[in-house]
């Protein structure tokens, strides 16, 4: 009995082992408050920890995030170092040794003023990647803008060795030239691992020349792989109104913007071939409206998202047609926090979610909580997560998928924010939308919990007593200012951690 009792033990050590995330480069994301504020007031998302994210930092960032925004750890997930375009800022968030003056140049110097502390443009335009030579160094890929057409010439790298510095890391090659002789799309920059578990495939797009252009890191450094033709001319606004993304497992590689509509590729990781083009145009997207858009990968390789302004889609890439696997998830519902909370920018997290920020200032981000679910069962909930200060302009950080050929993408198992348990959100039903003074809240049947309403500033400005509601709930808000309001009812005893809201407007 004892052996059998160790046996089993043992057995679940191993499979617990084995279930374990191998490797947590992308677990901390860096980001601060609008720059106009006074002080940079930065927050992190650190998902090593179930109850810590996001939170703010406990001193100011020596950097602000208004665009190009990158950070890396070690495989533990211990935060290593992080980038805006500028400064290279160590775990402690001071700036490196060496660390100031990144993509420094006439762009600063004449547009800025010689000041980048607001950080370098660009939303997908900067990539941190582990040396394949060297497990302690690393490559910050950059891009520094050419006055002369106003557009990204020089594709950089600055080298970062964590052995110097006492182990705090120094930057020993800065602002090195991989290639000056090719005009890149502004974003677009994506990395995935070679099937060797070693080297990189850097892809990017090529301004007037309707190519891709393929670069491999090596133990021996930069490799050009040369380029590919792409079957369509490029619209006057592709450059930098769109993103392109590798599903996590590696085999597909998707391009979007609402100009030139989706490009999806399968991608061999052996050659860095792209392969078997699939289209889609999306025709509800006005190309005339839309400025700036995504798109990101469930953590199981199948849906695809598209965010674009006003609305978010949902593509089913299994599906042989993908006009068949298109599907309309949610329209922006038009809330101002304090600016528009427009559908722009997302990423896909280690806890599985995919989080979208806005273009503009705003004090929320949007979330996919099920992101591997058909339609609308994704869970996606606007305005579903608040953040500690109000958020620069749209800026998330650029990874490349570090979990490629691991069977565990992500941790569904990471649950809480801001050390209190995650809510998942369900929409109320409200009526009427816009109102004017009064309005009604249909309830879920028989459940004892609180109404609560929120400005969009976060504040509470009414309140509701708890009590057991059969239908619903009249709500006298006529005390309040014209304006945008979260209405919510949170459940007690509540083990599904539900919340139900919906934005409600009032109007004269």
Not at 437 to 450: A, H, M, S, W, Y
Request: glycine letters at 6%; proline letters at 5%; aromatic letters at 12%.
């Amino acid at each position: 009995m004892i052996r059998l009792f160790v046996f089993l033990a043992s057995l679940f050590l191993v499979e617990n082992a084995l279930s374990q995330i191998s490797n947590k480069q992308d677990y901390v994301w860096i980001l601060n408050n609008d720059p106009s504020h006074d002080g940079l007031e930065a927050y992190v998302f650190d998902f090593n920890r179930m109850d810590s994210i996001p939170k703010a930092l406990n001193q100011y960032a020596p950097t602000a995030f208004s665009g190009n925004n990158a950070s890396i750890c070690d495989k533990d997930g211990k935060l290593l170092f992080y980038t805006n375009g500028c400064t290279v800022a160590d775990r402690y968030h001071h700036t490196m040794p060496n660390g100031s003056g990144i993509n420094e140049g006439e762009f600063i110097e004449i547009l800025r003023n010689g000041d980048c502390s607001n950080g370098y443009p660009g939303r997908q335009d900067i990539m941190i990647l582990p040396d394949p030579n060297n497990e302690r160094g690393y490559y910050i890929l950059h891009r520094r803008t050419i006055l002369e057409g106003n557009r990204y010439k020089d594709f950089n790298y600055t080298y970062v060795m964590m052995d110097e510095n006492n182990g705090f890391g120094d930057v020993i090659e800065k602002n090195v030239t991989i290639d000056s002789t090719k005009n890149y799309f502004y974003r677009y920059l994506t990395a995935i691992s070679h099937s060797n578990g070693v080297d990189w495939w850097i892809i990017q797009l090529l301004d007037e020349e309707n190519k891709f252009q393929t670069y491999k890191l090596t133990r021996d450094g930069f490799e050009d792989e040369g380029t590919r033709d792409i079957p369509i001319e490029f619209g006057i606004n592709s450059s930098g109104s769109g993103t392109a993304n590798f599903s996590p497992d590696g085999s597909k590689y998707a391009f979007f913007n609402a100009y030139d509509n989706l490009l999806l590729y399968d991608f061999d990781r052996v050659t860095g071939e792209l392969t078997d083009l699939k289209q889609l145009q999306i025709k509800d997207i006005d190309p005339n409206d839309i400025l700036f858009s995504s798109v990101e990968w469930s953590s199981n390789s199948r849906f695809l998202y598209i965010a674009a302004t006003d609305s978010l889609w949902q593509v089913d890439t299994h599906e042989t047609n993908l006009e068949d696997g298109l599907e309309l998830i949610d329209v922006w519902n038009g809330a101002q926090d304090p600016f528009a909370t427009t559908f722009v920018l997302m990423a896909l997290a280690p806890d599985c979610k995919i989080y979208m920020c806005s273009g503009s200032s705003t004090n929320t981000y949007h979330v996919i909580n099920e992101p591997n679910k058909k339609g609308k069962d994704c869970d996606f909930i606007q305005q579903g997560i608040r953040l500690p200060f109000v958020s620069a302009t749209a800026t998330l950080p650029n990874f490349p998928r570090f979990r490629v050929d691991d069977d565990k993408k992500c941790d569904p198992g990471i649950t809480s924010v801001f050390g209190d348990i995650v809510h998942y959100k369900r929409d109320l039903d409200v009526y009427p939308n816009p109102f004017v003074d009064r309005v009604t809240i249909v309830l879920p049947e028989n459940i004892k919990g609180q109404v609560v309403v929120f400005d969009m500033q976060g504040q509470i400005v009414w309140q509701h007593r708890q009590g057991t509601y059969k239908d619903q709930v009249q709500l006298d808000l006529s005390h309040l200012p014209i304006g945008t309001y979260s209405l919510e009812f949170l459940p007690e005893n509540n083990p599904e951690r539900l919340i139900y809201t919906l934005v409600a407007v009032k109007v004269e």
